[in-house]
């Protein structure tokens, strides 16, 4: 969904501090990523655009992220990757054109590639590796959430007024892992 209203906010708060009490879930979301990685590797897709994708608005598209990623990848990207002078729009974590975040970006960044040739395999993959996502939600009982990655963001603490120019910051943070 692209607008979380206030009371999904807190219910997603809840699912990821759900997720972060479940500390094998980084290791399960990894293997999921390298399984991922290791198929798109004999794909060879090219980046045509560098990283124009990632400028959501002036792109048209969206990223949208799960429950546990979002928990996995805010644990990993807090302390090394914080955000700054972020207007609010495209991703937070582009930086100089590059993503500041590339060894934890999540599975929908992993698969996306304006590459016309990837619309082979691309669809594919996207439903095999989301549903392997999907399940472990189920299988380690953490509510499953498929957000807007900046509404998924700002219910960690994310959010233009994150940066230093744009007023205080949010209080909330997520139990560490
Ligand atoms: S996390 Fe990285 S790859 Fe994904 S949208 Fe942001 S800058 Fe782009």
């Given at each position: 969904?692209?607008?979380?209203?206030?009371?999904?906010k807190a219910q997603l708060a809840?699912?990821?501090?759900?997720?972060?009490?479940?500390?094998?879930?980084?290791?399960?979301?990894?293997?999921?990523?390298?399984?991922?990685?290791?198929?798109?590797?004999?794909?060879?897709?090219?980046?045509?655009?560098?990283?124009?994708?990632?400028?959501?608005?002036?792109?048209?598209?969206?990223?949208?992220?799960?429950?546990?990623?979002?928990?996995?990848?805010?644990?990993?990207?807090?302390?090394?990757?914080?955000?700054?002078?972020?207007?609010?729009?495209?991703?937070?974590?582009?930086?100089?054109?590059?993503?500041?975040?590339?060894?934890?970006r999540p599975f929908g960044c992993?698969?996306y590639f304006c590459d016309p040739?990837?619309?082979?395999?691309?669809?594919?993959?996207?439903?095999?590796?989301?549903?392997?996502?999907?399940?472990?939600?189920?299988?380690?009982?953490?509510?499953?959430?498929?957000?807007?990655?900046?509404?998924?963001?700002?219910?960690?603490?994310?959010?233009?007024?994150?940066?230093?120019?744009?007023?205080?910051?949010?209080?909330?943070?997520?139990?560490?892992?």
């Amino acid at each position: 969904m692209l607008k979380l209203a206030p009371d999904q906010k807190a219910q997603l708060a809840a699912a990821l501090d759900c997720a972060q009490q479940t500390p094998a879930l980084a290791a399960e979301i990894d293997r999921i990523y390298a399984d991922f990685e290791a198929e798109r590797a004999t794909q060879s897709p090219r980046c045509d655009q560098s990283g124009k994708c990632c400028r959501f608005e002036a792109y048209g598209h969206r990223l949208f992220v799960t429950t546990i990623e979002l928990a996995v990848f805010h644990e990993r990207a807090k302390p090394t990757a914080p955000v700054v002078d972020w207007d609010g729009t495209g991703c937070p974590y582009q930086r100089g054109g590059l993503c500041s975040v590339h060894m934890a970006r999540p599975f929908g960044c992993r698969v996306y590639f304006c590459d016309p040739t990837a619309d082979a395999w691309q669809q594919a993959q996207y439903e095999r590796f989301h549903a392997a996502i999907r399940e472990l939600h189920v299988r380690y009982d953490v509510p499953y959430w498929y957000v807007e990655w900046r509404e998924g963001l700002s219910v960690v603490g994310v959010s233009p007024s994150a940066g230093p120019n744009a007023g205080p910051k949010p209080s909330r943070s997520l139990p560490v892992l």
